[in-house]
Protein backbone atom coordinates (compact mmCIF):
# COMPACT_ATOMS: atom_id res chain seq x y z
CA UNK A 1 0.00 0.00 0.00
CA UNK A 2 2.30 2.45 1.05
CA UNK A 3 4.78 2.28 -1.51
CA UNK A 4 2.39 2.48 -4.68
CA UNK A 5 0.07 4.83 -3.07
CA UNK A 6 3.44 7.21 -2.26
CA UNK A 7 4.63 6.69 -5.53
CA UNK A 8 1.67 8.28 -7.11
CA UNK A 9 1.12 10.82 -4.67
CA UNK A 10 5.11 11.97 -5.33
CA UNK A 11 4.61 11.90 -8.93
CA UNK A 12 1.06 12.39 -10.85
CA UNK A 13 -0.80 13.62 -8.66
CA UNK A 14 -0.90 17.85 -7.59
CA UNK A 15 1.85 18.18 -5.44
CA UNK A 16 1.99 16.94 -1.93
CA UNK A 17 4.53 17.33 0.38
CA UNK A 18 6.39 14.49 1.59
CA UNK A 19 4.97 15.15 5.11
CA UNK A 20 1.83 15.43 4.12
CA UNK A 21 2.12 12.56 2.20
CA UNK A 22 3.41 10.63 4.68
CA UNK A 23 0.83 11.61 7.46
CA UNK A 24 -2.09 10.68 4.79
CA UNK A 25 -0.75 7.44 4.20
CA UNK A 26 -0.30 7.03 8.24
CA UNK A 27 -4.40 8.38 8.51
CA UNK A 28 -5.39 6.02 6.12
CA UNK A 29 -3.83 3.06 7.51
CA UNK A 30 -5.09 4.06 11.19
CA UNK A 31 -9.02 4.43 9.34
CA UNK A 32 -9.15 0.91 7.49
CA UNK A 33 -7.91 -0.91 10.47
CA UNK A 34 -10.79 -3.35 11.28
CA UNK A 35 -10.67 -4.05 15.14
CA UNK A 36 -13.64 -6.54 15.45
CA UNK A 37 -14.65 -9.31 13.13
CA UNK A 38 -17.96 -8.24 13.36
CA UNK A 39 -19.74 -7.69 9.88
CA UNK A 40 -21.60 -4.46 11.76
CA UNK A 41 -18.09 -2.91 12.18
CA UNK A 42 -17.07 -4.07 8.77
CA UNK A 43 -19.83 -2.53 7.18
CA UNK A 44 -19.04 0.80 9.19
CA UNK A 45 -16.00 0.73 8.38
CA UNK A 46 -16.09 -0.15 4.77
CA UNK A 47 -18.57 2.85 4.57
CA UNK A 48 -16.14 4.87 6.22
CA UNK A 49 -13.31 4.31 4.07
CA UNK A 50 -15.49 4.55 0.57
CA UNK A 51 -16.18 8.24 1.72
CA UNK A 52 -12.38 8.43 2.45
CA UNK A 53 -11.70 7.19 -1.08
CA UNK A 54 -14.29 9.27 -2.99
CA UNK A 55 -13.51 12.81 -1.03
CA UNK A 56 -9.94 12.08 0.53
CA UNK A 57 -8.72 12.52 4.05
CA UNK A 58 -7.00 15.35 5.87
CA UNK A 59 -3.12 15.76 6.44
CA UNK A 60 -0.88 17.74 7.67
CA UNK A 61 1.75 19.71 5.43
CA UNK A 62 4.25 20.00 8.31
CA UNK A 63 4.64 18.45 10.95
CA UNK A 64 3.45 21.48 13.18
CA UNK A 65 1.38 22.68 9.59
CA UNK A 66 -2.44 23.08 9.19
CA UNK A 67 -3.78 20.27 7.22
CA UNK A 68 -5.57 19.93 3.63
CA UNK A 69 -7.32 17.74 2.04
CA UNK A 70 -5.64 14.99 -0.01
CA UNK A 71 -6.74 12.46 -2.39
CA UNK A 72 -6.20 9.16 -2.74
CA UNK A 73 -7.09 8.98 -6.19
CA UNK A 74 -6.43 11.54 -9.62
CA UNK A 75 -9.97 11.91 -10.85
CA UNK A 76 -9.48 14.31 -13.19
CA UNK A 77 -6.35 12.18 -14.74
CA UNK A 78 -6.84 8.80 -14.15
CA UNK A 79 -3.78 7.85 -16.03
CA UNK A 80 -1.49 9.31 -13.38
CA UNK A 81 -3.06 6.27 -11.40
CA UNK A 82 -1.36 3.02 -11.04
CA UNK A 83 -3.69 0.28 -11.85
CA UNK A 84 -2.51 -3.15 -10.93
CA UNK A 85 -3.93 -6.83 -10.37
CA UNK A 86 -2.61 -9.93 -8.55
CA UNK A 87 -3.69 -13.26 -8.39
CA UNK A 88 -4.12 -15.65 -5.41
CA UNK A 89 -2.78 -12.61 -2.73
CA UNK A 90 -2.15 -14.45 0.37
CA UNK A 91 -3.58 -12.52 3.49
CA UNK A 92 -3.88 -13.74 7.12
CA UNK A 93 -6.00 -11.84 9.12
CA UNK A 94 -5.01 -10.84 12.70
CA UNK A 95 -8.14 -10.70 14.22
CA UNK A 96 -9.44 -14.03 13.04
CA UNK A 97 -5.98 -15.67 12.81
CA UNK A 98 -6.80 -17.20 9.33
CA UNK A 99 -5.69 -17.35 5.99
CA UNK A 100 -7.38 -17.19 2.46
CA UNK A 101 -6.22 -16.53 -0.39
CA UNK A 102 -8.53 -14.25 -2.75
CA UNK A 103 -7.98 -15.56 -6.96
CA UNK A 104 -7.76 -12.18 -7.98
CA UNK A 105 -7.61 -8.58 -6.51
CA UNK A 106 -7.77 -5.23 -8.25
CA UNK A 107 -5.66 -2.67 -6.56
CA UNK A 108 -5.66 1.57 -7.59
CA UNK A 109 -2.94 3.20 -6.64
CA UNK A 110 -2.23 0.08 -4.06
CA UNK A 111 -5.77 -0.15 -2.37
CA UNK A 112 -7.44 -3.33 -3.19
CA UNK A 113 -10.79 -1.92 -4.43
CA UNK A 114 -12.28 -5.38 -6.31
CA UNK A 115 -12.22 -8.63 -5.27
CA UNK A 116 -12.55 -11.63 -7.87
CA UNK A 117 -13.61 -15.50 -7.52
CA UNK A 118 -13.46 -17.74 -10.08
CA UNK A 119 -14.76 -21.09 -9.95
CA UNK A 120 -14.82 -24.09 -12.64
CA UNK A 121 -17.93 -23.82 -15.40
CA UNK A 122 -19.24 -26.84 -13.41
CA UNK A 123 -19.05 -25.21 -10.64
CA UNK A 124 -22.45 -23.56 -9.43
CA UNK A 125 -21.49 -19.60 -8.57
CA UNK A 126 -23.65 -19.77 -5.33
CA UNK A 127 -20.13 -21.40 -4.11
CA UNK A 128 -18.56 -18.63 -5.02
CA UNK A 129 -20.85 -15.98 -3.43
CA UNK A 130 -21.34 -18.27 -0.34
CA UNK A 131 -17.00 -18.63 -0.46
CA UNK A 132 -16.60 -14.18 -0.78
CA UNK A 133 -19.56 -13.92 2.06
CA UNK A 134 -17.49 -16.86 4.43
CA UNK A 135 -14.19 -15.22 3.83
CA UNK A 136 -15.98 -11.33 4.83
CA UNK A 137 -17.77 -12.78 7.65
CA UNK A 138 -15.55 -15.23 9.07
CA UNK A 139 -12.45 -15.40 7.80
CA UNK A 140 -10.24 -12.11 6.35
CA UNK A 141 -13.03 -9.72 7.13
CA UNK A 142 -9.75 -6.95 7.75
CA UNK A 143 -9.01 -7.34 3.82
CA UNK A 144 -12.49 -5.89 2.52
CA UNK A 145 -12.04 -2.29 4.40
CA UNK A 146 -11.18 -0.98 1.79
CA UNK A 147 -13.00 -3.46 -0.75
CA UNK A 148 -15.93 -1.31 -3.32
CA UNK A 149 -16.79 -4.70 -5.89
CA UNK A 150 -16.68 -8.21 -5.00
CA UNK A 151 -17.22 -10.47 -8.18
CA UNK A 152 -17.94 -14.20 -9.05
CA UNK A 153 -17.82 -15.70 -12.24
CA UNK A 154 -18.12 -19.58 -13.37
CA UNK A 155 -17.33 -18.75 -17.40
CA UNK A 156 -20.93 -19.31 -17.84
CA UNK A 157 -22.28 -16.91 -14.76
CA UNK A 158 -21.25 -13.70 -13.84
CA UNK A 159 -21.97 -11.78 -10.73
CA UNK A 160 -21.05 -8.62 -8.72
CA UNK A 161 -22.22 -7.01 -5.50
CA UNK A 162 -20.68 -4.71 -2.55
CA UNK A 163 -19.32 -6.19 0.59
CA UNK A 164 -21.78 -8.25 2.86
CA UNK A 165 -24.79 -8.77 0.22
CA UNK A 166 -26.37 -11.55 1.16
CA UNK A 167 -26.54 -14.18 -2.06
CA UNK A 168 -30.55 -13.51 -2.87
CA UNK A 169 -28.91 -9.88 -4.15
CA UNK A 170 -25.87 -10.40 -6.16
CA UNK A 171 -26.91 -8.91 -9.48
CA UNK A 172 -26.10 -10.92 -12.46
CA UNK A 173 -23.44 -8.93 -15.29
CA UNK A 174 -25.89 -7.57 -18.51
CA UNK A 175 -24.40 -7.92 -21.61
CA UNK A 176 -24.91 -5.09 -23.65
CA UNK A 177 -26.89 -6.06 -26.60
CA UNK A 178 -25.85 -2.86 -28.52
CA UNK A 179 -22.33 -3.70 -28.75
CA UNK A 180 -21.30 -4.90 -32.14
CA UNK A 181 -17.73 -5.02 -31.12
CA UNK A 182 -17.92 -8.88 -30.72
Known amino acids: LKDFLKSVMENGMPKYTEYQ ?14 NSGNSQKLR ?17 K ?12 DFDNPQNNIFSIAEEVSYIDRLKNKNRRPDIVVYVNGIALAV ?6 VVDIKEGIA ?3 SNQ ?11 QFCVVSNKDD ?7 TPQEFWCPWKKDTNDTTN
Open 62 to 73: TEAGESSRVYLF
Open 21 to 34: IDDAIRNLKNKIEL
Open 131 to 133: QHN
Open 158 to 164: FKYATIL
Open 116 to 121: IELKKS
Open 44 to 60: EKNNEVYKILISGLLAK
Open 137 to 147: KDSIPSFFTTT
